[in-house]
């Protein structure tokens, strides 16, 4: 009888395992291909992990965090850029009146009553938090800090009032064995929360990897995106609560990252379709990370058209983390790299 036991247990081991390095994308080939015509490389921004845009006034803001470095406990000059897309500049990092340490990560532009504000998901020595800014002639004017102890892990952020926001938790635990556990057993831990002005509450959970998070233009769907999951759910919003329902998910088969929406309604996600590739390249520069990027057009109430618009091996653009469509181009963003692509669309 034990050893019947035995058999079953190392059989779903090997199973387990096998699971595993197929849902990370250890078999998968990549065939490199770009629908992007005319690409150019930006190479002054350290990890330019997010993107969003002020369409209006065609200015793409850009996170930036030198993430090599500064995990590596070295003294790391982080902040937002942006890219004048009207004037055609290159990007320059904007001024700011935030007096503490700052390690952005996921951003979200928000505009009301005629005033410009960008929340700002922020890392450092204190632990994480959300920062909200005004934006004003190229200066980011602080105005409040948002902490509670749910917010253990935020990853991606948006806004649906000036005090109000979707954040994602990429993690249940925060650090230790757990956290490391967490990711190779895909527990699912992680989930996303809603700030409703006073309360922090839980509205979406058992997630693996929560990532990316985004909203429709008059706020009634949320997207959302799990990296080890490799899944977008769909969820209807009740505009008066915040609160969610959902309505469907999509298996992409692929390390989910970012999510923007473009003017037509189409979702932009880029990709991490080799993640063991990605959790090398986090550690070692000279790793490379293959680069993918979808396009999600919705079909019915229940399901997306997949483009796969880029996909490249990691030499050109290592570790894509958001890409974003704005005028017939499209810009991609990394984790790592001082790399930012601009491509026509």
Not at 272 to 284: A, E, I, N, Q, R
Request: aromatic residues 14%.
């Amino acid at each position: 009888m034990k050893k019947y036991v035995l058999i079953f247990v190392l059989f779903a081991l090997v199973y387990f395992v096998l699971d595993t390095l197929v849902d990370a994308g250890f078999f998968k080939t990549v065939e490199d291909h770009s629908e992007l015509k005319n690409t150019q490389l930006y190479d002054n921004i350290p990890g330019p992990e997010d993107l969003d845009i002020d369409v209006e006034n065609g200015l793409l803001f850009i996170s930036s965090t030198d993430r090599w470095n500064y995990q590596n406990g070295e003294q790391t000059d982080d902040g937002i850029y942006l890219l004048n897309l009207a004037e055609d500049t290159i990007p320059y990092k904007l001024y700011s009146t935030y007096a503490n340490d700052f390690h952005p990560h996921g951003i979200s532009f928000f505009r009301q009553g005629g005033s410009d504000y960008l929340f700002v998901v922020n890392h450092n020595q204190y632990g994480s938090s959300v920062e909200l800014f005004r934006f004003l002639n190229d200066t980011l004017f602080h105005l409040v800090s948002f902490e509670n102890e749910l917010m253990c892990c935020p990853n991606d952020i948006v806004a649906v009032d000036t005090d109000q926001f979707y954040v994602t938790n990429d993690h249940g635990y925060k650090d230790g064995i757990m956290k490391t556990l967490e990711d190779y057993l895909r527990l699912p831990k992680s989930y996303l929360l809603y700030f409703d002005g006073k309360t922090y509450l839980k509205v979406y959970e058992g997630l693996n990897y929560a990532n990316g998070v985004n909203i429709s233009p008059i706020g009634e769907t949320v997207y959302l995106t799990e990296t080890t999951g490799r899944k977008i759910s769909v969820l209807d919003r009740n505009i008066s609560t915040g609160e969610l329902q959902l309505r469907f998910t999509k298996n992409l088969e692929t390390g989910l990252d970012n999510i923007t929406i473009d003017s037509d309604g189409n979702l932009w996600i880029a990709a991490h379709p080799k993640l063991f590739d990605f959790v090398g390249h986090s550690k070692d520069p000279e790793k490379k990370s293959p680069s993918q990027v979808l396009k999600l057009s919705p079909k019915g109430d229940n399901d997306f058209t997949v483009t796969e618009v880029y996909l490249k091996n990691g030499e050109e653009l290592s570790g894509s983390s958001t890409a974003l469509f704005y005028n017939n181009q499209v810009f991609i963003g990394v984790v790592y790299d001082n790399t930012l692509l601009r491509g026509d669309y």
